[in-house]
């Protein structure tokens, strides 16, 4: 947890003096994922294992851009995300792998990345994020509460009133360095496709 806040207070330090540089206020505006796989993952393979199936896992939330310079950008917000996992015993005993249950997670994200942009219409993305898993303890996976990483490329069209859109394919992994460790840690590991509509506040 420490960690976590050490960054965080980074972060804002870092947009507190770029605001003293820049006139500019940002964009804020709301995103939206569902498209994409989500799978529970190890840093390191393990023999005879369970294996794990995502039916399905979506993400809202509310963004806030701010400009660095030209070309660089800072974003940051707050993103709920929900999946339902279902869990299957390993195989290894030759009777076959079995239904071992059903579980929904949902965690509480505070993602802190860059977005450079690029040809007018792209940018790429990645940084960290800061997860808060609110599982009971009795989950089938293990706590995902931790420091994650998120990196991607998009698409974006500004408009001229303030309005943007952007699309955003990503990768995030999860609890890269969990809060709760266990000795064989299990990681989400998403790739989906996130959208998101902002709107500029310097326009009036």
């Not at 993103?79 to 005993?93: P, Q, T």
């Not at 609890?175 to 709107?199: C, M, Q």
Request: net charge positive; glycine share 10%; with cysteine.
């Amino acid at each position: 947890m420490k960690k976590g806040i050490i960054i965080l207070c980074c972060f804002v330090c870092v947009s507190l003096n770029a605001q003293n540089q820049h006139s500019e206020r940002g964009k804020i505006g709301i995103t939206f994922s569902t498209f994409g796989k989500s799978n529970v993952t190890h840093l390191v393979a393990l023999d005879g294992g369970g294996s794990y199936q995502n039916n399905y896992h979506y993400s809202l939330g509310v963004n806030y851009i701010y400009p660095l310079n030209n070309w660089l950008e800072a974003e940051t917000g707050v993103e709920y995300s929900k999946y339902n996992i279902k869990a299957f015993s390993s195989n290894y005993d030759g009777f076959g792998s079995r239904y071992y249950g059903e579980r929904n997670l949902s965690l509480i994200s505070i993602p802190l990345t860059l977005r450079a942009n690029f040809l007018k219409f792209f940018f790429a993305n990645a940084g960290t994020l800061l997860a808060f898993d609110f599982a009971k303890k009795d989950e089938i996976i293990d706590n995902q509460t931790g420091m994650g990483f998120i990196m991607g490329l998009g698409a974006k069209y500004d408009f001229n009133f303030g309005m943007s859109l952007f699309a955003n394919p990503f990768l995030r992994l999860n609890a890269l360095i969990p809060f709760v460790p266990e000795r064989y840690h299990e990681r989400l590991f998403d790739r989906g496709l996130r959208f998101g509509i902002t709107y500029d506040l310097n326009k009036k």
